[in-house]
């Protein structure tokens, strides 16, 4: 049996959810509310110790960390295989799943707390942002004391553009050999980018790649085809469908 | 045939290294400068566009990521198994081996930088810094323009310093249950994880952990008793032995 925590827009839910529809995977599961800050609640840190989503639960036993899940799914559930065959097959696809965790995993978080979630600071003092929002954080907690409640300066916005552009530069680069990442074979490395580039899409920041990279313009719309897809990607799964995008820029608020 | 381009005291080169020894893998090799910046030029960019070390060369293919060439010579090279042999148990290897590359591999380049890599930069302005030293960097440019030509605050370091026995912590509960991180399987885990805390002591951090970990420091003592650990961190892989080493706090320099 398997049983997800995870929320519905974040993206390394996503990457699992996607997954887990390519191989038609059910699952039971546990709506966190990030905005309530449930993922930091003590239960749940008893079982993700890092107070992030998504976490699996399958037949009892925990497992953490998304591409570890994908992983694990992989070889758990190799009836429908999402991985290259050879070792040296699999390293090329982890040398992307490394990266995709380094670079725009990390750049895409910059934007979408600018633009979407810094309402959720809304009334707090600088230092109430920092005690009960920055160092209750097991692993994000440098990230949140540096964005502060009014959000990233444009320099850090700026250099998680430049992650981005350098990021889809390097797939329009690795697409020319084939319709996926890895050439012929659809992989986890197409699939953990995908809530990546959905990200941007559903923040208006697509421009930053639409023009120079008519490859992974087409890579996402195969990707949007896949029947999994629509599957992980539900409605409420976008943040436009329930916050209001501000523009990127740092602001003051409430 | 294995070919490795790596440094002496590149604690990534020195994951690698210590993988190979495990297994009794010999190789020959490429070293590469990095105070002359040899990883960054363009023939070595052809193999490894991160322009980082260490790069494997196997029977003529590249493998790149210190972390994927460790899973990658473990696949090709079983006989000496460095891994659990469940899908269980390699995900919980994973979430070791992804919580390290987060959090304490990045941490330990904040003092490493300030306390010995400084003088690289003597006699450039800042505005070559920018341009000769942060921004040749495809995957590290960030990281060098926050540092600058005079290093990095002392707020950064100290969050780098919490990242590091926020990991000591964690290695003391683990090791709760055994000599090594997964218990009683010496794993990739232990091995990637040793040249971080290697590179502290070296530095004269060990203080940062010592009083509150005795089991990460009988830990320490079992992985330098391996056969392995001399082969991997031979006479010269220390910054202390070449370079003098700096108080951490930020300074001005010529």
Chains 1, 2 share one sequence.
């Not at 966190?32 to 993922?39: G, R």
């Not at 440098?142 to 964005?147: D, L, V």
């Not at 599957?231 to 820029?249: D, N, Q, V």
């Amino acid at each position: 049996m398997l049983h997800l925590y995870h929320a519905d827009h974040s993206t390394c839910s996503q990457k699992v959810r996607f997954c887990m529809a390519e191989k038609g995977l059910e699952f039971s599961e546990n709506k966190i509310d990030l905005a309530l800050k449930e993922q930091l609640e003590p239960a749940y840190l008893k079982i993700n110790p890092n107070g992030v989503i998504p976490t699996l639960i399958h037949d009892g036993n925990i497992i953490i960390d998304s591409s570890v899940i994908c992983e694990y799914l992989e070889e758990v559930f190799p009836e429908i295989p999402l991985s290259p065959s050879t070792a040296l097959g699999r390293a090329q696809m982890r040398k992307w799943m490394r990266y995709i965790e380094e670079v725009p995993t990390s750049a895409v978080r910059f934007p979408s707390f600018n633009m979407a979630f810094l309402p959720r600071f809304d009334g707090l003092t600088d230092q109430q942002f920092i005690e009960q929002q920055a160092d209750v954080r097991p692993l994000r907690n440098g990230f949140f004391r540096r964005m502060g409640r009014n959000g990233f300066v444009d320099e850090d916005i700026e250099a998680s553009f430049e992650q981005i552009t350098k990021t889809t530069s390097r797939m329009e680069q690795a697409l020319a050999d084939g319709p996926w990442l890895l050439g012929e074979i659809y992989t986890l490395a197409d699939i953990i980018i995908a809530p990546l580039i959905d990200r941007m899409a559903d923040l208006g920041l697509s421009y930053l790649w639409n023009d120079d990279c008519p490859r992974v313009n087409d890579w996402f719309i195969r990707i949007q085809a896949r029947p999994a897809f629509d599957k992980a990607f539900y409605i409420g799964s976008r943040l436009t469908e329930f916050i209001e995008i501000r523009p990127w820029s740092r602001h003051e608020h409430e």
